[in-house]
């Protein structure tokens, strides 16, 4: 297969083609989302498609930088946001293999404080249930702070919990992956964001990480919120603040959520379909196995069934008519992204944009939503 790159001032694209019909596919599908793009208002937006487990389309439109109208290019990277769960999730799925730890532990002996609900103090709060947003725990104290839940730390530790026994119901809450990250950093011995680095993407191959001071700056593509009453975008510089003070005074264990293990890997399209594949494999790659086939399937199993929820992955029949999709989405500081695949007709789709108005479509944003069924009406069927 030839590889082809086309450039404008506006769009960047990487097509592997074998066929005069697949160029014109792809030039049909990039009018529509050009056309999208000139009706929904968006900043930017980069995509990859991915078909019989391959990667055969990564595309990039509008800014990187929309105050000096800089283009977006595909080696661009972005705070994904709550994809993010997922390498937490897959990071704590390799010590399982390697019985370092068990989905069934309890959490207050991993974490190192006391994580019981008080409306339910006998009942153990486990690994999984943080997982699979199940442990009861909310965010209403916030979660950039392990202090938020400990007893020792917060005097209205209570209000962290739900009225509702653990196991017995779903809230997602960002605090029960920056707790995940803490347990993997005491388990290991490795700080997060090196032991992500190490362990997940350098046997991928892959650039990115959720350390922003040790990547490119250059590359990093701003973020935008959308103001409905101006209809103008606001540029969100918290989406990649480099939090250095804290990083140099960093305790093991304690500090982990800095690295936003809930919230803060920082990757781009491509790379991040590379890294769909492997789940859509069942944790093989091209290198050998990320993690076992069996805790591959439990992460995408459903737990929940009311919100088709497993651990750090999702089950969605709204995002293409007909289809049955596993993945996740992410929204923080404007940005919206979205990594689906379709594991037995072995197709997938990576969506992330840097600001666009946050009406949804079938609860999904919709700009990612109309951009996922222009590409698979056009690369796919």
Do not use: C, W
């Given at each position: 297969m030839k590889k082809k790159l086309l450039y404008t001032a506006l769009f960047s694209t990487v097509l592997l083609i074998a066929s005069h019909q697949t160029i014109a596919q792809a030039e049909k599908a990039e009018a529509a989302i050009q056309q999208l793009m000139q009706t929904t208002p968006v900043v930017g937006l980069s995509v990859a498609v991915v078909k019989d487990n391959k990667i055969i389309y990564n595309h990039s439109f509008g800014?990187?930088?929309?105050?000096?109208k800089?283009?977006?290019?595909?080696?661009?990277?972005?705070?994904?946001?709550?994809?993010?769960?997922?390498?937490?999730?897959?990071?704590i799925m390799q010590l399982v293999a390697k019985k370092q730890i068990?989905?069934?532990?309890?959490?207050?002996?991993?974490?190192?404080?006391?994580?019981?609900?008080?409306?339910?103090?006998?009942?153990?709060?486990?690994?999984?249930?943080?997982l699979s947003h199940r442990?009861?725990?909310n965010d209403s104290e916030g979660y950039f702070s392990l202090d938020a839940i400990d007893p020792a730390k917060n005097p209205n530790w209570e209000k962290s919990y739900n009225a509702y026994e653990p196991n017995k119901g779903y809230m997602y809450c960002n605090l029960n992956y920056?707790?995940?990250g803490s347990i993997?950093?005491?388990?290991?011995?490795?700080?997060?964001?090196?032991?992500?680095q190490q362990q997940i993407l350098d046997p991928l191959g892959l650039y990115g990480g959720y350390n922003v001071n040790v990547l490119d700056s250059n590359l990093i593509a701003k973020i935008y919120e959308y103001n409905r009453?101006?209809?103008?975008?606001?540029?969100?510089p918290n989406a990649y603040a480099l939090r250095t003070e804290e990083i140099n005074n960093y305790t093991m264990g304690r500090s982990t959520p800095i690295f936003s293990p809930t919230g803060g890997m920082k990757i781009?399209?491509?790379?991040?379909?590379?890294?769909m594949v492997m789940h859509s494999q069942l944790g093989k790659y091209k290198g050998g196995r990320m993690i076992s086939k069996k805790l591959s399937q439990q992460m995408q199993v459903v737990i929940s069934e009311e919100e088709n929820y497993g651990m750090a992955l999702e089950t969605s029949t709204q995002l293409i008519t007909g289809k049955t999709m596993i993945g996740h989405t992410g929204s923080a500081y404007g940005l919206n992204s979205l990594m689906f695949f379709e594991p037995k007709e072995k197709i997938g789709f990576v969506v992330i944009c840097n600001g666009s108005n946050p009406i949804t479509t079938n609860g999904f944003n919709a700009a990612l939503h109309k951009t996922v069924n222009i590409l698979y009406e056009n690369l796919i069927r």
């Open positions: 800014y990187k930088d929309l105050e000096q800089l283009p977006l290019q595909n080696e661009h990277i972005f705070r994904i946001a709550s994809i993010s769960k997922s390498f937490t999730t897959t990071a068990s989905l069934d532990q309890d959490v207050s002996e991993l974490v190192g404080f006391k994580v019981r609900n008080p409306m339910f103090p006998s009942t153990v709060i486990t690994l999984k249930m943080l442990s009861s725990i920056n707790l995940a993997l950093e005491k388990i290991t011995g490795v700080r997060f964001d090196q032991y992500i009453d101006s209809a103008k975008f606001i540029y969100s781009s399209a491509n790379n991040l379909a590379t890294y």
